[in-house]
């Protein structure tokens, strides 16, 4: 991701569609977005993507290793209007770079209890169903449940073993 593509991502984050599911639900402002992209284009171990398809920009990742050698949280959206399908490749080019170029041993991600797209999608993906937060995320009016997940390197790699 590149200073070019801020208007891009504020514009899909801020989409309703998307911001049901994030943890921060208000409409983010361009100087609250310019002044997140500032520090994560300085933090060590944060890689913020842009997923393409022929050059078209489809979708956002955020891989963070910030807490454990080798270890990282992601986190991902798609633009609004992508196409049906689109998820899959996302999830299939993050994995690759979280465990090819980044060489990452586990990639965690977590999900909302109610957002059964992305349980769905962790688990098309390969990862692990590795706990519930009970009661973890308020949203100003209920609190929910947050789903944790996991895979490994050596998952990704083999995963029929």
């Given at each position: 991701?590149v200073?070019?593509?801020?208007?891009?991502?504020?514009?899909?984050?801020?989409?309703?569609?998307?911001?049901?599911?994030?943890?921060?639900?208000?409409?983010?402002?361009?100087?609250?977005?310019?002044?997140?992209?500032?520090?994560?284009?300085?933090?060590?171990?944060?890689?913020?993507?842009?997923?393409?398809?022929?050059?078209?920009?489809?979708?956002?990742?955020?891989?963070?290793?910030?807490?454990?050698?080798?270890?990282?949280?992601?986190?991902?959206?798609?633009?609004?209007?992508?196409?049906?399908?689109?998820?899959?490749?996302?999830?299939?080019?993050?994995?690759?770079?979280?465990?090819?170029?980044m060489?990452?041993?586990?990639?965690?991600?977590?999900?909302?209890?109610?957002?059964?797209?992305?349980?769905?999608?962790?688990?098309?993906?390969?990862?692990?169903?590795?706990?519930?937060?009970?009661?973890?995320?308020?949203?100003?009016?209920?609190?929910?449940?947050?789903?944790?997940?996991?895979?490994?390197?050596a998952?990704?790699?083999?995963?029929?073993?």
């Amino acid at each position: 991701m590149v200073a070019g593509d801020l208007d891009r991502v504020l514009a899909w984050r801020n989409h309703p569609t998307v911001r049901r599911y994030m943890y921060t639900s208000h409409e983010i402002a361009p100087e609250e977005h310019q002044r997140w992209f500032e520090r994560v284009s300085k933090e060590r171990g944060v890689s913020p993507l842009i997923y393409e398809v022929n050059g078209t920009p489809l979708g956002f990742v955020s891989i963070s290793s910030t807490r454990w050698q080798g270890i990282a949280d992601w986190g991902f959206y798609l633009a609004p209007d992508a196409e049906s399908g689109t998820g899959r490749g996302l999830g299939q080019a993050a994995l690759q770079h979280a465990f090819e170029s980044m060489n990452l041993h586990k990639l965690c991600g977590q999900a909302l209890g109610f957002n059964e797209r992305s349980i769905r999608f962790h688990t098309a993906l390969g990862f692990t169903r590795e706990g519930t937060l009970r009661d973890q995320f308020f949203d100003g009016e209920q609190y929910h449940d947050i789903i944790c997940f996991g895979i490994l390197a050596a998952e990704w790699r083999n995963p029929d073993s």
